[in-house]
T-cell receptor, first 114, second 115 residues
Framework: AQTVTQSQPEMSVQEAETVTLSCTYD???????LFWYKQPPSRQMILVIR??????QNATENRFSVNFQKAAKSFSLKISDSQLGDTAMYFC???????????FGTGTRLKVLA | GAGVSQSPSNKVTEKGKDVELRCDPI?????LYWYRQSLGQGLEFLIY????????KSGLPSDRFSAERTGGSVSTLTIQRTQQEDSAVYLC?????????????FGSGTRLTVV
């Protein structure tokens, strides 16, 4: 069975600074996808970034980038130039290729300070 | 619609009552998913629909939980004889068929409180 671990329940960062959220996972699969979702107080889960395990190149989306280390089963999210609107819960998620079901981590609550 | 719409946004019910939670997915999204987000359990998969069929109901916690989808669109999650442990946020999401690995579009959830 797959598991996803987020070891940082809460983090804070000053506006305009950079912060890294950690995620590790355990799987025996070789083909899978990894995701970071953001959940602001509105409760809607918003896809931040997605990584295909077969791609060595780390995914980037504007201020968001990942450090994907397949051998180490690590998938961290880096947020650059943090903004107040980045304040939210962040969930790391795993999806086995050919399936539709997420395995979510327990989340990291990020607070961006003015 | 433009996004995934869930209603009601919040629901308070008495223990033992039945509740219905509604999800209206993005138009054209044939895949629909229900997840439950609770303090003790995190985010858990409940059920997956492809069209009106539910090939995977493996996450439904008990026979008090059921779901249906009609017209390949709106889905209703029904909880009978609610218990306090059912208190949670129920999230619905949708995607194009076979495209779940590109990410889902989630609704804003229904917060259910059983008193």
């Amino acid at each position: 069975a797959q598991t996803v671990t987020q070891s940082q329940p809460e983090m804070s960062v000053q506006e305009a600074e950079t912060v890294t959220l950690s995620c590790t996972y355990d799987t025996s699969e070789n083909n899978y996808y990894l995701f970071w979702y953001k959940q602001p107080p509105s409760r809607q889960m918003i896809l931040v970034i997605r990584q295909e395990a077969y791609k060595q190149q780390n995914a980037t989306e504007n201020r968001f980038s990942v450090n994907f280390q397949k051998a180490a089963k690590s998938f961290s999210l880096k947020i650059s130039d943090s903004q107040l609107g980045d304040t939210a819960m962040y969930f790391c998620a795993f999806m086995k290729q050919g399936t539709y079901k997420y395995i979510f981590g327990t989340g990291t609550r990020l607070k961006v300070l003015a | 619609g433009a996004g995934v719409s869930q209603s009601p946004s919040n629901k308070v019910t008495e223990k033992g009552k039945d509740v219905e939670l509604r999800c209206d997915p993005i138009s054209g999204h044939t895949a629909l998913y229900w997840y439950r987000q609770s303090l003790g359990q995190g985010l858990e998969f409940l059920i997956y629909f492809q069209g009106n069929s539910a090939p995977d109901k493996s996450g439904l916690p008990s026979d008090r939980f059921s779901a249906e989808r009609t017209g390949g669109s709106v889905s209703t999650l029904t909880i009978q004889r609610t218990q306090q442990e059912d208190s949670a946020v129920y999230l619905c999401a949708s995607s194009l068929a076979g495209q779940g690995n590109y990410g889902y579009t989630f609704g804003s959830g229904t917060r259910l409180t059983v008193v």
